[in-house]
């Protein structure tokens, strides 16, 4: 049973009582589950009740003026919500009736108590504290007259003083519990959020990659809101049918709120229900249903964004809600066909990317101004490089693509960020690079690849590496569970030349992927810069079930030549370039090996030949160590040159 309250904040009702201050309904006793927006609504229709009470009131009273909702179904939703706390129904009410358009109406009268001696629950004070009060209040009588004094007192105090004690101490001890009410009440702030995979409640498999593309498109709607950190995908999807309690994701993710919900498609149409949890509390903090067309489900999606903003407070300018918005029709076909190359791309390894190029394509045949799909076929070029094609020729292809969908669409970021990684490859353009990672950063702050790449493909290339660190620390609030980033952040600590720390992100990225063959190989050569050769072969053969041979016996090369074991450098690395006949062959990989080996001539003539390939192995150039006995030589200079970049 709950504790007595006063009965001045109680309204009774048919077998329910609300709580006004605590923000609790009781039925029969028993609390009864409901939200806070729900709640509002019950206390204001109580508080009205035999009156109409229109929808624009209940606006006015609930909904600041500066969020963005759909107000009339939130309105309904909210008023569902009581109905279902309450056991009424729409059709036959008992207690909420709905007046045609106009608002509604609370049938039952509502009871307020006047708070009476006789009628007030009795208040149980422990003796200790009953009696410092008394004592706190009460003169301290002058020495030797304090038995007369205290005797006087309790024939003199009538009983009208002792009533006025008790409601001082009752008033005293109500204060407390309402700022304790208050404080437990109060809007959590949200700073950020991670939406986890949305449930496919379609009864259909086949619709998987549905949902998994309508949550994508949910994070990428709410990364564009502004002072939000929202996690990636990448990091949110590893909770997809997980057991753990959302203040344990959220714990490990790092934020303060999660959006869960489902997706349920049946033929062209589309249900969404989200809900929005603060995750210390686990305290449910506002749920919507969304249904409509499929032609109409990017609307749909930047709604659900406009409401979570609304929850959380966030006022979105004119320019903010511009850039929510759809700038074309959909067509659901064409949709669909991106949705799946997406699925496919999301997966990364060679042949599910080849699909996604397919799936891309399509899209963009059956609508040729859907700007999403040429920005997909664009990162699915990229990633396809190293498998299918010369780099030079698959670069060219994305490059065609991302221009091609920022004509449609200037505020891609995913497109901006693929030119950024693009341009060195075609005349070392790092101002075009910088450019446009710096324009895919501005559109979306969230946008995780973006921080990435632009440590990866410009900070690091140009010898920024303390502001590449900062980026790619970014990237990891943002993807916490990428092995990528832990890979990547762990690679520009090697090249920064901390060691130590280098090893901490490797190994992170190995808890992550035990299976990550490059945190692997990069742990290899971390342990060969700190001399431990035992440990860096270990990782190495850790690596090699996934690799080529070519590759493994090419970086096995590599080590015996830092090693000093320079008979098997060189067997190792002759017959890495025989399993590489008619395949292509990492200039600047070979380059690094007679670097090792210390014959300059060689490791010259296969840079040069790697920076007349445009290789991107080039960017290395300004901070990899192994290149250290190579600066002084007047060749090197002009190899920066050759890349664009300045000694």
């Not at 049946?266 to 749920?287: E, K, N, T």
């Not at 290789?615 to 050759?642: E, G």
């Amino acid at each position: 049973m709950p504790e007595p309250v006063p009965v001045s904040h109680v309204v009774n009702f048919a077998e329910f009582q609300l709580d006004l201050r605590a923000g609790e309904l009781f039925r029969s006793g028993q609390k009864v589950r409901i939200q806070e927006r729900p709640l509002q609504v019950l206390s204001i229709l109580l508080h009205h009740a035999g009156e109409l009470v229109t929808r624009e009131q209940l606006r006015e009273r609930i909904w600041p003026a500066d969020t963005f909702v759909d107000f009339d179904h939130s309105v309904a939703v909210a008023v569902s919500k009581v109905r279902e706390a309450l056991r009424d129904s729409a059709e036959k009410p008992r207690f909420i009736e709905t007046v045609g358009r106009r608002g509604y109406r609370f049938l039952l009268p509502a009871e307020t108590p006047a708070p009476t001696l006789e009628t007030a629950p009795p208040l149980a004070l422990p003796d200790t504290v009953a009696n410092e009060t008394a004592a706190s209040i009460a003169p301290v009588p002058p020495a030797g007259v304090a038995a007369r004094s205290t005797r006087w007192l309790r024939l003199a105090v009538p009983a009208g003083a002792l009533v006025l004690l008790l409601a001082a101490v009752t008033a005293f001890l109500l204060h407390l519990r309402s700022r304790e009410t208050a404080a437990a009440m109060a809007p959590p702030t949200i700073s950020s959020l991670a939406v986890l995979p949305l449930e496919n409640i379609s009864n259909d498999p086949e619709q998987e990659y549905f949902v998994e593309g309508m949550t994508d498109e949910i994070i990428t709607d709410l990364a564009k809101l502004p002072g939000l950190r929202v996690i990636s995908r990448t990091s949110a999807v590893q909770y997809k049918g997980t057991h753990k309690s959302l203040p344990e994701i959220a714990r490990e993710l790092n934020v303060d709120a999660v959006v869960e919900g489902t997706v349920m498609r049946q033929g062209d149409r589309v249900r969404i229900r989200a809900q929005l949890i603060y995750a210390p509390r686990d305290q449910h903090l506002w749920a919507e249903a969304y249904e409509g067309d499929l032609k109409d489900v990017f609307a749909l999606q930047a709604e659900v964004a406009e409401d979570i903003a609304g929850q959380i407070r966030l006022a979105l300018t004119s320019q903010q809600q511009q850039r929510l918005a759809v700038s074309h029709p959909i067509d659901p076909e064409a949709h669909e066909l991106y949705l799946k190359g997406r699925y496919f791309w999301n997966k990364r390894d060679p042949q599910d990317v080849a699909k996604s190029v397919q799936y891309f394509q399509q899209a963009i045949e059956r609508d040729p101004n859907y700007a999403a799909a040429y920005a997909g076929l664009a990162d699915a070029y990229v990633f396809t490089g190293s498998s299918s094609a010369p780099a030079e020729q698959t670069m060219a292809q994305a490059k065609v693509a991302a221009e091609k969908a920022l004509q449609l669409d200037s505020n891609l970021a995913d497109a901006h960020a693929a030119l950024g990684l693009i341009a060195p490859y075609f005349g070392w353009n790092w101002t075009d690079a910088k450019r446009h990672y710096e324009l895919a950063i501005a559109l979306n702050p969230n946008y995780a690849t973006g921080h990435h790449w632009y440590a990866e493909g410009y900070l690091i290339p140009v010898g920024q590496i303390d502001q590449a660190i900062a980026e790619m620390r970014k990237a990891q609030e943002l993807d916490p569970l990428s092995p990528v980033i832990a890979t990547d952040l762990g690679k520009e600590l090697y090249f920064a030349r901390r060691y130590d720390d280098a090893l901490v992100q490797f190994h992170h990225a190995l808890e992550l992927d035990p299976n990550f063959y490059s945190a692997h190989n990069w742990l290899s050569d971390t342990y060969l810069e700190k001399g431990m050769y035992q440990e860096a072969i270990a990782e190495l053969e850790k690596a090699k079930p996934y690799r080529e041979e070519r590759l493994y016996v090419r970086e096995t090369a590599y080590l015996y030549a830092r090693m000093g074991r320079r008979a098997a450098a060189e067997e190792a690395l002759a017959k890495s370039l025989e399993l590489s006949r008619g395949k292509p062959v990492n200039s600047g990989a070979v380059a690094l090996i007679y670097a090792g080996l210390g014959e300059k001539d060689k490791a010259f003539s296969w840079l040069y030949k790697a920076c007349a390939e445009n290789a991107y192995f080039m960017t290395s150039l300004k901070y990899w160590s192994v290149f250290d006995i190579l600066r002084a030589d007047p060749r090197f200079d002009t190899l920066l040159q050759c890349v664009g970049l300045p000694r």
